[in-house]
């Protein structure tokens, strides 16, 4: 609901219209439903605990996701790194540092299961997380019952490939 209320630039009125065309099968809150979510999570950063009591059903249709970063900086750790030989007891081997790479992993949290993980190609930008939501998600998705998926809000966080241009509607 607040992501439709702010795809509507803050029109309650818009943004009940809106959510009636996306999700014409649900429940139609009223604009100051819009209104009260907004100033909450912009007043406090999230919902009350009480709300969420209230609404027990909303922790299983809510997507969590989010990325990690996993680097190789070049530091190798030789603690646990033996070289064997007959010939020469004290021989040693001579290494490189590896080359450096970072590889990006998406994962979501719905309900009790575990959606991914799904490895980026390259680094995250707002075209590879677009690819992503167009073309991989869907897969990921595939063994989650439809009435779920229906009903199912996709929760972002801050990260800028998140909004930018090709990644919102």
């Not at 939501?133 to 966080?157: A, K, T, V």
Request: hydrophobic content about 35%.
């Amino acid at each position: 609901m607040h992501f439709v209320y702010g795809f509507c630039d803050g029109n309650a009125r818009a943004a009940v219209e809106e959510y009636h065309r996306r999700f014409p099968d649900r429940r139609i809150p009223s604009r100051s439903v819009f209104m009260r979510i907004h100033q909450t999570l912009r007043d406090t950063g999230s919902l009350p605990s009480h709300w969420i009591k209230a609404h027990p059903e909303l922790l299983s249709v809510i997507l969590f996701s989010d990325e990690a970063s996993f680097t190789r900086d070049g530091v190798n750790n030789l603690r646990n790194v033996h070289t064997w030989s007959h010939d020469n007891a004290h021989e040693t081997s001579v290494t490189n540092f590896q080359r450096r790479f970072t590889v990006n992993v998406w994962c979501g949290v719905l309900g009790n299961k575990l959606i991914g993980p799904f490895v980026f190609d390259n680094s995250l930008t707002g075209n590879a997380y677009e690819v992503f939501l167009w073309n991989e998600l869907q897969g990921l998705l595939e063994d989650i019952p439809l009435m779920i998926r229906s009903q199912m809000y996709f929760q972002h966080d801050g990260a800028p490939p998140h909004y930018t241009r090709p990644t919102t509607p």
